[in-house]
């Protein structure tokens, strides 16, 4: 790129403010305690850059499955 950015990292950027959006403007967020946000935007991440292995429903089925698994073992729910 011209600025000096690569490709790569401009598109790692771009899904990180995805991520953080998502997670900024969800209505549940505020059933995590703030530990979580960081734990919760690294699994996305994983989960964001398995998006263009993505060739069949079974696979986002799969990829889906797997990050509501590591959601509820790794994720605190509080209760308030």
């Known amino acids: 790129m011209s600025d ?6 401009a598109e790692t950027a771009k899904i990180k ?3 953080e959006m998502a997670v900024g403007f969800s209505a549940m967020t505020w059933l995590f305690p703030g530990k ?6 690294d ?5 964001f850059a398995r998006l263009s292995s993505i060739r069949e429903q079974q696979d ?3 990829m889906h499955a797997d990050f509501c698994d590591w959601f509820t ?3 605190d729910r509080s209760q308030k």
């Open 43 to 47: 699994q996305l991440e994983v989960a």
């Open 73 to 75: 073992r790794n994720v």
């Open 60 to 62: 986002y089925d799969l």
């Open 4 to 9: 000096g950015t690569s490709p790569q990292a």
């Open 17 to 19: 403010n995805i991520i």
């Open 36 to 41: 979580s946000a960081p734990k919760i935007y």
